[in-house]
C-alpha cells in the first residue's frame, strides 16, 4: 500500500505562484504520478501526470503556467504552478499507479486546498 501525502496549498492572489509536492511511501512498483483537482460543484479532473522516465502532460487550461517534477531519490512530485488564476481554486489531489500513463489511479493523497483570490 503506498501512501501519498501532499502539502504547499494554501491562499494567494491572482498571478501569484503556489508549489505543491507530494511524498510517496514508496514508489518502487508506481510508474505514473499525477495531479487532480476538483472544484465545488464540478467534476475531478487531472492537471498533469509524469511517468517513470521523466514524459509529462498538462491539462490544456495550464499549459505553460504549471510544471510537474518527479524527485525519484526523495520519491517527491511537486507541482509548480505560476500566474495562477481564480478558475485555478480547488481542492488538489496526488495520485499514484504502478501503470504507464493511467487512467485510474490506485493511490491518492487526502488533498490540498488552493485558493485563488481575483
Partial sequence: QVQLVESGGGLVQAGGSLRLSCAASDTFAINTMGWFRQAPGRQRELVAAIISGGATKYLDSVKGRFTISREDAKNTINLQMNSLKPEDTAVYYCA???RPWARS???????TQVTVSS
Fill in 105 to 111: 489511479y490506485d493511490y491518492w493523497g487526502q488533498g
Fill in 96 to 98: 499514484a499507479d504502478p
